[in-house]
């Protein structure tokens, strides 16, 4: 198993690779974040962060019966994960960027959405194991931005919930992670489907921070204009 590990992990550093030479990553790095920039992204989190219990709940629908570990961590697992898009609502509302009305996730952000309820309706628990892999152990990929987001916009651990305590959560969750794929991942048709969830997924994720940018460069221009 560990050499499907191996492989699973250079398949994520690919993903994170790819994000990295992205424009959203490059703006990140050489730019101050704006407060809108960072109201973009988090609006995003907390519409994909929605729907995580429902679909990994979903998964049960295709599972066999017969296995009651993997349904265990299932319903486990989606019981855990309700309610944490509240945290990005309580942070964004601490610093003022909570908006009036909720504005509709950008396309990247629908099409990870739909995505993942497919996998779970259609493909079931071991494919969805791909998306949790990596997403339950971000935080060395992304500490660079959320460095940028505490120190650009002076934000303090009380007001970054969703990341301070997710890591928190997220590193108990990817121990579980493995164990689960250690125990259900069994043949390659298994394996190939964790593999394709993975890269997908993260692909997706990508494209959600680089539509977040474009959202926000266009916004800007259009202030602009008006102005």
Not at 21 to 47: D, I, R
Not at 153 to 175: C, G, Q, W, Y
């Amino acid at each position: 198993m560990q050499s499907f590990f191996n492989e699973l992990d250079a398949i994520v550093e690919a993903g994170w690779a790819r994000i990295k030479q992205g424009e959203y990553w490059k703006f990140s790095v050489a730019n101050t974040t704006p407060a809108a920039l960072y109201q973009q992204v988090m609006l995003q989190v907390y519409h994909y962060t929605r729907y995580n219990s429902v679909n990994q709940a979903a998964c049960a629908f295709s599972a066999d019966p017969e296995q009651t570990t993997l349904l265990r961590f299932i319903y486990k697992h989606a019981l855990e994960e309700l309610g944490h898009e509240r945290m990005v609502l309580r942070d964004l509302e601490a610093v003022g960027l909570l908006p009036e009305e909720m504005p509709a996730p950008l396309a990247p952000t629908q099409a990870l959405i739909a995505f993942l309820n497919d996998v779970a309706i259609r493909k079931g628990p071991i494919a969805r194991l791909g998306y949790s892999y990596w997403a339950e152990d971000v935080y060395d990929h992304i500490q660079p931005i959320l460095d940028r987001f505490r120190n650009d916009l002076n934000l303090r651990d009380e007001v970054m919930t969703f990341f301070v305590a997710h890591s928190t959560i997220d590193e108990k969750h990817s121990e579980e992670v493995r164990l689960a794929m250690e125990r259900a991942v069994k043949t390659e048709e298994d394996r190939q489907l964790v593999r394709e969830v993975a890269r997908v997924t993260l692909w997706l994720t990508g494209q959600l921070l680089e539509e977040a940018l474009r959202a926000y460069l266009a916004s800007q221009q259009n202030m602009r204009e008006a102005s």
